[in-house]
């Protein structure tokens, strides 16, 4: 439940796929408004590929659907036709009931759930009657959809049923599978010309891709639908309205659906009883493909001309986000990133990723194991930003955004099985091309990965460089380093007209440590050195050690006070070092400095000589004074 200025409204997901696809737009669209009419708020999980595959990038895709388990959400509607994966839609429904949320399914059965369905049967029966008993046709050829798919062996059995109540047999050979997809229906037509049978008077189809597939082969074939065969299909899909000659088809309202889905949601909120399965009938639409209505070229005409427009507009689409990715590939920084994603998404967005996404670590996620955080990397809805959230809140701000849109839809962003994010559209599902929002995404998976790459790759690069120049047993800069990071500091001096201290530093008495002691206390002690001098320095000094226990640190702090004292404090540092831990000896340093302004890499090498010569003077003073207290 969300709450915006002393309003609750109930949230209900709907977990679906392929929304841009018509016949699943149309039910989704239905079902929003229905809900919203009964004072609901919705947020739609979409994945824009379906599951069928299970392979990697379906496993990423599904991604989304952990969003159903947020403790806003109070609802859950399942659409297991348009998911097609049985897994992943038990497992939505399996978590959902774990925390007593109520599951409405649509065109599917998922046990514990109630169901609304369509009935198939009785419409696809019409249309064989149709076929037979208006246009007198006894041999007729069936194009079925997946063998074993339960919507398949339905119509098939209806089909094998109406043969038999007209008394014509059922011949095998007249069934073919076209898996309810337009190349194998293709395949099942060709293979008509090549075998011995008669060519069929009807050709029924189980749904509307095969029979435009099956109209396409007797085209080719010189034949023509309906004078020569008659050709029907089912599920009244809206590309079907492009094709000519019309099919004689069936379909349901997708408002019933939308509505019934919603009733039941506020039945089972409301603890009322609901039944278990409510049917949205199907009705028959005869057309122009069995000869029932006459083709005529103005309605050809016109249907060509919004198709045309459409495909104007799908053709501008694509070179605008031709452009979007170009200009994205380019940003060298999120924020960039983010203001070029603001610019090129013309609808009100928000991306959000994985909270360390653009961290160090690549973290991978199963189905329902989402990032516990997210970061809030773009939104075109300024009153809106945020940075970082909980996962479980699904958008910063939801209550506001859901009081004035109403609904949201929420698709995966990921790299094959590992999902790391997702965008939320606020637009009207019934109202929007949803192609458009799927290039959008496609794109900007495709922008996140490689910037991803790429800052990884750097990442590795800059860790390699400094390697380099790093000395590996102190951490502080090497010979190399130090002569690379001098160069910029020395143009930078050049320009305020400004000059540096040059310290050299030797620790006094290493090898009586090494001899008595042990090389490894010996490197304890190079080791505590450096850290003094670290700690002693500047922020902006350059810190490195030249070999063995020779230090070079170069300051642009020229100030008399921290030049004089800068001896004093490294020793005081060891001093304290040595107490604290307790070693059996102590460590001394010696250290000389210059102050001078210099424009090359020739004078500073001038100035550590010198430095050098001071600290080997001071060192010369130190054994002295030692040999003096013995």
């Not at 299909?233 to 349901?252: K, M, N, Q, V, W």
């Not at 701000?397 to 094959?416: D, G, M, R, T, V």
């Not at 902006?540 to 020229?558: K, P």
């Amino acid at each position: 439940m969300i709450e915006y200025k002393n309003k609750q409204y109930k949230l209900v997901a709907i977990c679906t796929a392929g929304l841009q696809k018509e016949d699943v737009s149309d039910i989704v669209c239905a079902t929003a408004e229905s809900c919203t009419k009964l004072g609901f708020r919705t947020v739609v999980l979409n994945a824009f590929s379906d599951l069928f595959k299970d392979d990697s990038y379906s496993k990423g895709e599904a991604g989304i659907f952990g969003l159903a388990g947020s403790k806003l959400v109070d609802a859950v509607i399942l659409m297991p036709e348009a998911i097609k994966n049985d897994t992943v839609c038990e497992s939505i429904a399996e978590k959902a009931h774990a925390r007593g949320v109520p599951v409405v399914s649509i065109n599917g059965r998922i046990k514990g759930c109630t169901s609304i369905s369509f009935n198939y049967g009785d419409s696809f029966e019409e249309i064989v009657r149709h076929v037979i008993s208006v246009h007198k046709c006894s041999r007729i050829n069936y194009v079925a959809g997946l063998k074993g798919n339960p919507f398949s062996e339905e119509r098939t059995e209806r089909y094998k049923a109406v043969l038999k109540e007209y008394g014509i047999p059922f011949d095998e050979r007249r069934l073919g599978y076209g898996d309810f997809w337009e190349a194998p229906a293709e395949r099942v037509a060709e293979s008509w010309f090549e075998s011995d049978l008669p060519l069929p008077e009807a050709v029924i189809c189980a749904n509307d891709s095969m029979a435009m597939a099956v109209c396409k082969v007797l085209k080719a074939h010189g034949l023509k639908v309906p004078q020569d065969i008659i050709v029907t299909g089912f599920d009244g899909i809206r590309l079907e309205r492009y094709h000519t000659p019309r099919l004689t088809t069936a379909s349901a309202d997708p408002k019933d659906a939308g509505r019934a889905a919603a009733e039941a949601v506020k039945a089972l909120l409301s603890g009322e009883s609901f039944p278990e399965e409510t049917e949205i009938p199907f009705r028959m639409r005869a057309a122009q493909s069995c000869g029932c209505h006459k083709i005529h070229n103005t309605a050809i005409a016109d249907r060509i001309m919004e198709l045309n427009t459409e495909m104007v507009g799908i053709d501008a689409h694509e070179t605008y986000m031709f452009e979007y990715l170009s200009r994205a590939l380019s940003c060298k920084s999120p924020k960039k990133l983010a203001d070029v994603m603001k610019r090129y998404s013309h609808v009100e967005t928000w991306c959000c990723l994985d909270s360390d996404f653009f961290g160090d670590s690549c973290r991978s996620t199963r189905f329902g194991a989402l990032p516990a955080c997210m970061q809030q990397l773009m939104t075109t809805e300024e009153e809106y930003a945020a940075s970082g959230f909980c996962t479980e809140e699904i958008l910063p701000h939801l209550p506001e955004i859901l009081a004035e849109k109403h609904q949201l839809i929420l698709s995966p962003l990921h790299n094959n099985a590992q999902f790391f994010g997702y965008t939320a559209f606020a637009i009207d599902i019934g109202y929007y091309d949803l192609r458009r929002a799927r290039r959008f995404i496609m794109l900007t998976d495709q922008i996140l990965e490689t910037f991803k790459n790429r800052r990884t790759i750097e990442l590795a690069n800059e860790k390699l460089a400094e390697m380099h120049i790093r000395d590996p047993l102190t951490g502080v800069l090497n010979r190399r380093g130090f002569y690379k990071k001098a160069s910029r500091m020395i143009r930078r001096l050049n320009t305020a007209n400004g000059g540096a201290a040059i310290f050299s530093a030797d620790m006094d008495g290493l090898k009586q440590i090494n001899d008595s002691y042990g090389h490894a206390l010996g490197d304890k002690a190079i080791k505590a050195l450096a850290a003094a001098l670290v700690k002693c320095s500047g922020e902006n000094d350059i810190c490195s050690r030249f070999g063995g226990d020779e230090f070079i640190i170069m300051s642009a702090d020229t100030d008399e006070e921290h030049i004089q004292s800068f001896a004093g404090r490294v020793q005081q540092t060891l001093d304290d070092y040595v107490r604290r831990t307790r070693l059996p000896f102590g460590i001394k340093v010696s250290i000389g400095v210059i102050s001078s302004r210099f424009s090359s890499a020739e004078g500073l090498d001038e100035c550590i000589k010198v430095a050098d010569e001071m600290m080997y003077k001071t060192k010369r003073r130190h054994k002295e004074e030692e040999q003096g207290r013995n």
